[in-house]
């Protein structure tokens, strides 16, 4: 049985040095060929696997024949944001899973042919969407990250007024801040957005709802809301030496990177400590990217501290594969427990101890537990934080009657619809830190929601 | 989006006043909150705090010393010209209440936040007696605006050229030692000047209030930079401040976080005054 297409990538001891994207993608010889090992399945497997079911022997068939153009229609029908998709989502535990030659050999690289699809599209300009007949009425979206832009699209589409709201000075999200431009330049996300307005939707960035309005406002001048504000409140993790200079969350680290281009220091204007011995706690894309950016930034060494084994480190396979070849240190079964003070209150390593594996917890992953005894310091003068966020809090600020859990995620029902009558949520702001393609699932949903109960 | 700055003018040297047209802002900025701005695509976002606003005219007015690369930047720019990026208002609203006689201490740029607090104080009915102090006369700014919303106005000079001879916490303990009782103190300044008023207040048991200026990056408790020690607890000074108790505040732990990039700082300012001609006074 045939195996699956390599992706060109620039080699590690070169893209170390750079910020340039990492994988290069598909020529259309490659594209075709690994398109051609699709059995079009009569029940395909894969499209269960996609969040958002995207029709993909249907894509893959047009692709077979070298009609590009009809495969992104294709795509585009459930996907609004491809060329994000087919770069980022987990697909080894989605499509591609359950690809029904993933049996018996490789599953075929779905993410690989829609990034194909969606990077050729672009190349020779995507074409002018066709809008429906504005219906008058008036749609706020607040945040936007995929689930965001996905309901915007969508709504715009249908013929909304859709103002969208973002506090960042540019939307996009988690696509924009906090996933570096080696895994996804920030060209595609200024494009997606781009097209979004094309649609006719208003962006006001600069807008934090909560101070600027409130939701209470937005209830008033709008005929429905979307909340798709995303998990961004970073997580600590309550230890000594934690606000020691030099410690930072991957949030802030990776913002300072990506949004303001602190690489490119002091071109602009936001610095950046790039240290020489990075430690990055946690095991997620977070704290992949987080250590990838360091390294480029010029530490002389970058390790991953987490406290479960490989098996169980929650990021793409793919990343983490990238990671170690680009000379990450893995510290694994390792959980910090102080961080050490240097000379004016910098930082003088970590101390950790060292951990195993014992029971499966709630979570069904085996508990890890500290080795007595075992404690033992890594030399480190920057610590990344990287184990987790949660809801950002602003957005509750006058928004009387929303229900919200104990942690701090949206309440909504099996439609999207939060506790307000016209006000719905959707993406990390409902499920805590998830996937982009999810958030685009909840966006699209939400989406039909709203539009369902305005045209009533 | 573009905000443009509809007037600008030099209080004293160094320190610039600026109206902004922001009229959403300025329709939801409340008296100790601040705002983010961003001069242009390559700029750092800076926080700065709300001196005053006018819903009417839609301005909302920042006062500013320069420091940096961004806050020099910044003074460069006239009436007419544009800025990127201006978000607020970010950052909880001072709680302003009718509770009987409150100083009110400026050090520094810091007159400037105290400003529209001591008028807020004023107007729902307090007795406000501020206390204003700088290094000399020259740098002293809004004496008169103070004036006009203090029952009371002091002022200090570390070089004794107006008012008091010494430090604005000289004249904040001869309040306390005073007959008058006094129901809050609230002391906006330099880092520095804040822990002195706090070493000063600490055994008189009335209530102390400072703003915090950390680091920020988003100023909407995305990115954890701004974090400061409050009573033992790790507080975002964007969302869960800036205003906090003096008792509590870990002042060491804000001042050194506040020196983390002096390195960077110098060296982005070098590389902006190579950029700039010969006759430009950032030299
Ligand atoms: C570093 C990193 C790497 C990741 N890598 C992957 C990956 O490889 N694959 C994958 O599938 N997922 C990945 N994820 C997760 C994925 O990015 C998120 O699940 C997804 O972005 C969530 O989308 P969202 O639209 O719900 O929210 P977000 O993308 O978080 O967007 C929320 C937006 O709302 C704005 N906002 C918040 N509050 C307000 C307010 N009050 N007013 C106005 N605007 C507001 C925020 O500024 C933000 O722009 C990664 C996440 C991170 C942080
Ligand atoms: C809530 C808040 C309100 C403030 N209000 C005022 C004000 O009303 N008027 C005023 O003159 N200043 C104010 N500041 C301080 C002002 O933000 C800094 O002076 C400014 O960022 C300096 O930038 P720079 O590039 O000119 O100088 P730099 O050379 O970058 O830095 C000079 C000093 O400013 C501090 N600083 C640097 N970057 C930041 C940043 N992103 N956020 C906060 N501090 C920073 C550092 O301690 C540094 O030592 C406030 C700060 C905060 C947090
Ligand atoms: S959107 Fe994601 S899960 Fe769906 S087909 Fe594309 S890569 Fe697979
Ligand atoms: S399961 Fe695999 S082989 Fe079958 S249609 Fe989907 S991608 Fe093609
Ligand atoms: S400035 Fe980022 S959390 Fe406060």
Redesign the pocket.
């Known amino acids: 049985m045939s195996v699956t297409q390599e992706m060109p990538e620039q080699p590690a001891d070169e893209r170390i040095h750079n910020f340039e994207e990492v994988a290069l993608g598909y020529t259309e010889e490659q594209a075709i060929l690994e398109a051609e090992r699709c059995l079009e399945c009569k029940k395909p497997k894969c499209v269960e696997g996609c969040p958002v079911n995207i029709d993909i022997p249907g894509f893959v068939s047009k692709m077979k024949e070298g009609n590009f153009e009809e495969a992104i229609g294709v795509i585009k029908k459930t996907n609004t944001l491809p060329a994000v998709c087919g770069r ?3 697909q080894e535990e989605q499509c591609e899973k359950l690809c029904i030659l993933g049996k018996k050999s490789e599953p075929i690289s779905i993410g690989r042919l829609e990034r194909f699809c969606a990077d050729r599209e672009r190349e020779s300009g995507v074409k002018d969407p066709v809008v429906a007949e504005p219906t008058g009425k008036k749609v706020a979206i ?7 832009l996905t309901a915007a699209s969508d709504l715009a589409k249908a013929g909304y007024s859709v103002t969208m ?4 000075h540019e939307a ?4 924009i ?3 570096p431009e080696f ?1 996804l330049p920030k060209a595609i996300v200024k494009e997606e957005v781009g097209y979004i307005m094309k649609l006719g939707a208003e962006l006001k960035v600069d ?4 101070r600027i309005k409130t939701l209470d406002q937005l209830e008033d001048e709008f005929d429905a809301v979307f909340l ?5 409140l970073p997580k600590f993790m309550g230890i000594e030496g934690e606000n020691l200079n030099g410690v930072y969350s ?2 802030e680290f ?1 913002t300072r990177v990506n949004l303001m281009k602190a690489y490119r220091f002091p071109e602009f204007d936001t610095p950046i400590k790039c240290g020489s011995h990075v430690i990055v706690v946690g095991g997620g ?2 704290a992949m ?1 987080a250590a990838r950016s360091a390294l480029r930034l010029g530490a002389d060494e970058v390790s991953i501290v987490y406290r479960r084994s490989d098996e169980e480190l929650p990021a ?1 396979r793919e ?1 983490i594969e990238h990671a170690k070849e680009e000379g990450i240190v893995f510290r694994l079964l390792n959980n910090p427990v102080r961080i050490l003070e240097g000379e004016n209150m910098s930082i003088n390593g970590v101390e950790c101890i060292k951990m195993e594996l014992g029971e499966p917890d709630e979570s069904g992953r085996r508990r890890p537990v500290p080795v007595e005894g075992s404690e033992h310091v890594i030399d480190a003068d920057i610590v990344i934080i990287a184990i987790g966020t949660s809801p ?1 809090p ?2 509750f600020d006058g928004s009387k009657g929303l229900e919200v859990t104990p942690w701090g995620t949206i309440v909504v029902n099996e439609a999207g619809m939060t506790s307000l009558e016209g006000v719905c949520a ?4 409902v499920t805590g ?7 685009m699932g909840a ?1 699209k949903l939400a989406a039909q929601t709203i539009d369902d109960h305005l045209s009533k | 989006m573009a905000y443009k700055i509809v007037e600008k003018r030099q209080l004293v040297p160094d320190v610039h006043l600026m109206n902004i047209e922001a009229p959403d802002v300025a329709a939801a900025a409340k008296a100790g909150q601040f705002i983010i701005l961003r001069i242009d695509e390559e700029g750092e976002r800076i926080p700065l705090t709300i001196a005053d606003y006018d819903t009417d005219k839609g301005f909302v007015t920042i006062i500013f010393q320069e420091m940096g690369k961004t806050t020099k930047q910044l003074a460069k720019m006239a009436a007419g010209d544009e800025l990127q990026d201006f978000v607020g208002p970010l950052g909880k609203a001072s709680e302003i209440e009718k509770i009987g006689t409150v100083v009110l201490v400026g050090g520094g740029v810091g007159i400037a936040p105290v400003y529209p607090q001591a008028r807020a104080y004023r107007e729902i009915g307090n007795k406000v007696i501020s206390i204003i102090g700088a290094r000399n006369e020259g740098l002293l700014i809004l004496e008169d605006e103070m004036k006009a919303v203090s029952d009371e106005l002091l002022v200090a000079t570390d070089d004794g050229s107006k008012g008091h001879h010494g430090f604005v916490t000289d004249l904040v303990k001869e309040l306390l030692d005073g007959d008058e009782k006094i129901d809050r103190i609230v002391a906006i300044g330099p880092p520095i000047m804040m822990r002195a008023v706090a070493g000063v207040t600490d055994p008189y048991d009335v209530e102390t209030i400072v703003s915090l200026n950390p680091i920020m990056v988003d100023g ?1 408790g ?1 990115c954890g930079g701004c974090r400061v020690n409050i009573a033992g607890e790790t507080k975002f000074a964007c969302v869960d401040g800036p205003e906090f108790n003096a008792k509590d505040v870990d002042f060491n732990l804000l001042m050194s976080r506040l020196s983390l990039y002096r390195k960077e700082e110098m060296d982005s300012l070098e590389n902006y005054k190579k950029g700039c001609g010969d006759d430009c006074k950032c030299q």
């Not at chain 1, 830190?433 to 958030?439: D, K, L, Y």
Request: some cysteine; hydrophobic content about 45%.
């Open positions: 980022v989502c987990p607040v945040g936007t990250g995929p689930a965001g709201f973002e506090a960042l996009g999200g988690v696509l801040y906090g996933i895994r807008y934090v709802i909560g798709g504000t995303g998990a961004g991957a949030n990776l894309n977070v990217d793409r990343e950002n602003i957005i959707g993406g990390d702001a830190a998830a996937t982009v393609i999810s958030a966006g | 909407t995305m």
